[in-house]
């Protein structure tokens, strides 16, 4: 029996080597390798590129689709709350200053009280939830345990700061977008663009310059004590304190010095420029002092990620 099975398989390598071209013990000795060839081809096929030779070579626009949708998701589901609340809590404003001070036909830089500062509660409301919306991406990652979601995507530093800023201004358009529409129904309010580019770059470049800040926040902070500080100790104070409800001109000079300092009065100015045709300084130094900020601020959020500082074991 034993030499009959080693007869059918003299027979079945002899015609494999006839087939092949091969002597029959050399396709005798082949059957081993076969299992170790296939293995080695499949692995080939796994491993496009030798290892240390990084497969995405420019920007990985795929993750950072993918982390700006996930960002934005994250505030659209609760709409209500980041977006149309922001909204109604800035025409409060609105009707509570004309009410108390807009009676009697009062103007400011020659245009009615209301009209004054619509411009500057709009832009208000999108810089407030720009910086609520980039303090809280790595921050809530930190404190659930999951800001490994972050951190082990095939993302780089700076595509880790374009998606969560990205979706910071995109709430703050939306929200923008709300507070005027709210405004352009309201009676006695005008809110009709007259340079809609002022209104679309002083809008961006503040919102940009609140996104950093709120990440560096995010990065910065291990509670959210901490953000909570930040927003009520700095943001709030610098966005009231910005000529949103009044003239700069109107003040003494030594707190004209002050307003002049504050980064967010030429987002303001800027912005109120875009409706009324008029600002309380100059819109060529504001937009370039604006963008030398935001180039800083990025750099910085750029190296804090980087770094790893409180991010990283």
Same mark, same amino acid.
């Given at each position: 029996?034993?030499?009959?099975?080693?007869?059918?398989?003299?027979?079945?390598?002899?015609?494999?080597?006839?087939?092949?071209?091969?002597?029959?013990?050399?396709?005798?000795?082949?059957?081993?390798?076969?299992?170790?060839?296939?293995?080695?081809?499949?692995?080939?096929?796994?491993?496009?590129?030798?290892?240390?030779?990084?497969?995405?070579?420019?920007?990985?626009?795929?993750?950072?689709?993918?982390?700006?949708?996930?960002?934005?998701?994250?505030?659209?589901?609760?709409?209500?709350?980041?977006?149309?609340?922001?909204?109604?809590?800035?025409?409060?404003?609105?009707?509570?200053?004309?009410?108390?001070?807009?009676?009697?036909?009062?103007?400011?830089?020659?245009?009615?009280?209301?009209?004054?500062?619509?411009?500057?509660?709009?832009?208000?409301?999108?810089?407030?939830?720009?910086?609520?919306?980039?303090?809280?991406?790595?921050?809530?990652?930190?404190?659930?345990?999951?800001?490994?979601?972050?951190?082990?995507?095939?993302?780089?530093?700076?595509?880790?700061?374009?998606?969560?800023?990205?979706?910071?201004?995109?709430?703050?358009?939306?929200?923008?977008?709300?507070?005027?529409?709210?405004?352009?129904?309201?009676?006695?309010?005008?809110?009709?663009?007259?340079?809609?580019?002022?209104? #679309?770059?002083? *809008? %961006?470049?503040?919102?940009?310059?609140? $996104?950093?800040?709120? &990440?560096?926040? =995010?990065? @910065?902070?291990? !509670?959210?004590?901490?953000?909570?500080?930040?927003?009520?100790?700095?943001?709030?104070?610098?966005?009231?304190?910005?000529?949103?409800?009044?003239?700069?001109?109107?003040?003494?000079?030594?707190?004209?010095?002050?307003?002049?300092?504050?980064?967010?009065?030429?987002?303001?100015?800027?912005?109120?420029?875009?409706?009324?045709?008029?600002?309380?300084?100059?819109?060529?130094?504001?937009?370039? #002092?604006?963008? *030398? %900020?935001?180039?800083?601020?990025?750099? $910085?959020?750029?190296? &804090?990620?980087? =770094?790893? @500082?409180?991010? !990283?074991?």
């Amino acid at each position: 029996m034993r030499s009959s099975v080693q007869a059918i398989k003299n027979s079945f390598f002899g015609h494999l080597a006839v087939s092949s071209g091969l002597p029959a013990s050399a396709a005798a000795d082949s059957r081993g390798d076969m299992p170790e060839q296939a293995a080695s081809e499949q692995a080939s096929d796994w491993v496009r590129s030798p290892p240390g030779v990084p497969v995405i070579r420019q920007v990985n626009w795929g993750g950072l689709k993918a982390l700006y949708i996930k960002e934005v998701r994250r505030f659209f589901k609760v709409h209500l709350q980041t977006v149309w609340a922001p909204a109604i809590t800035t025409l409060l404003y609105l009707i509570i200053f004309t009410v108390a001070l807009g009676r009697g036909g009062q103007r400011v830089m020659g245009v009615p009280f209301a009209d004054f500062i619509a411009p500057g509660l709009i832009v208000m409301g999108m810089i407030q939830n720009a910086f609520a919306n980039a303090s809280f991406s790595l921050l809530v990652g930190k404190m659930q345990g999951t800001i490994v979601d972050y951190l082990m995507p095939p993302l780089s530093n700076g595509e880790l700061v374009a998606g969560m800023v990205g979706a910071a201004v995109t709430r703050a358009f939306l929200v923008g977008g709300a507070v005027w529409l709210a405004m352009a129904l309201w009676p006695g309010v005008h809110v009709t663009p007259h340079h809609l580019w002022a209104v #679309l770059w002083f *809008g %961006l470049m503040g919102s940009m310059l609140l $996104a950093f800040l709120g &990440l560096i926040t =995010s990065v @910065w902070a291990e !509670k959210f004590d901490h953000a909570a500080a930040v927003t009520n100790f700095v943001v709030q104070p610098l966005a009231l304190l910005s000529g949103t409800f009044y003239s700069v001109d109107h003040l003494a000079p030594a707190f004209q010095a002050i307003s002049h300092a504050n980064p967010i009065f030429y987002v303001i100015s800027g912005f109120r420029y875009g409706f009324l045709g008029q600002s309380d300084s100059p819109v060529l130094l504001g937009s370039l #002092l604006l963008l *030398g %900020l935001n180039v800083v601020f990025g750099v $910085a959020c750029y190296l &804090l990620l980087r =770094s790893g @500082w409180r991010l !990283k074991a």
